[in-house]
């Protein structure tokens, strides 16, 4: 089976202004065109106010472009929301669905992000769709039902495997600084590639909960795990380019 190309995701959540963003931003660029031709691609989700300036910082450069939600719909009466043709049209190629923090704080449940994605990917762009089990159903060993209850919930019956990323994120290990073992990633990704099928063989299964520098190596190197997506290491230039580089 040919190698899957490795992922690294920058979710800077909602941190950085205009002068700060442009300057990690601008770091992390010009790591990545130092390092050309890099071996797995690399991408930045600012807030949306930064997507924009980031993309004039970012051009030339091997670092791709990303939002961090975007609504199902393609324009519309839709206060304070984005749709993915915004977003592609500023030069993004990928969005984040799904994650835990938007689950949460705003409800959002499989079928909303499943229909997130069908725009999303007709807008051309590649889709994060986030998942993972919460510390009750990992205690209660409810961890694989979870897993696969949220996948097939949070996809559409159609869509592109070309433009899917799975990221496994337990959402006990964000922003937590615990992470679970690369054995325990491992088996979840491999759970997540036999619940997508023959889709299972070509899809990007990325690893996102506390990954920093010192653990960024041995989840790396696994077969398993084609890419991490990294939170708050990520609004470090410095360390997130150290997190990168492990995936050479
Ligand atoms: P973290 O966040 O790296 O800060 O744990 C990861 C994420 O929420 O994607």
Redesign the pocket.
């Known amino acids: 089976m040919a190698k899957r190309r490795k992922l690294i995701v920058g ?1 800077w ?1 909602m941190n950085g202004r205009l002068t700060s963003g442009l300057n990690l931003a601008r770091e992390v660029a010009d790591r990545a065109t130092a390092s050309m031709p890099l071996t797995f691609d690399i991408v930045l989700c600012p807030p949306a106010t930064l997507i924009w300036p980031i993309a004039e910082t970012l051009m030339g450069s091997p670092v791709l472009l990303g939002g961090q939600d975007c609504h199902y719909a393609n324009h519309g009466a839709y206060t304070g929301d984005l749709s993915a043709g915004m977003l592609a049209d500023l030069g993004c190629r990928y969005v984040i669905l799904g ?3 938007r689950r949460m704080a705003y409800g959002e449940q499989g079928d909303l992000i499943a229909q997130k994605v069908t725009s999303a990917q007709l807008a051309g762009l590649t889709t994060i769709v ?1 998942l993972g089990e919460t510390l009750e159903q990992r205690a209660s060993g409810a961890t694989e039902t979870a897993i696969v209850q949220q996948l097939s919930a949070s996809l559409p019956d159609k869509y592109h495997a070309s433009q899917l990323v799975v ?1 496994y ?1 337990p959402i006990w ?4 600084g615990e992470v679970p073992s690369v054995e325990e990633i491992r088996i979840v990704h491999r759970l997540i590639r036999r619940s997508l099928g023959v889709a299972g063989e070509t899809v990007q299964v990325i690893y ?4 920093v520098p010192n653990n960024a190596e041995s989840i790396l190197q696994d077969d398993d795990i084609d890419g991490v ?5 990520s609004l470090n230039g410095d360390g997130f380019w150290t997190i990168a580089d492990k995936a050479r």
């Open positions: 979710n959540k994650h835990s923090e986030c990221a994120e290990a964000i922003g937590t996102g909960g506390s990954v997506l990294v939170g708050s290491a």
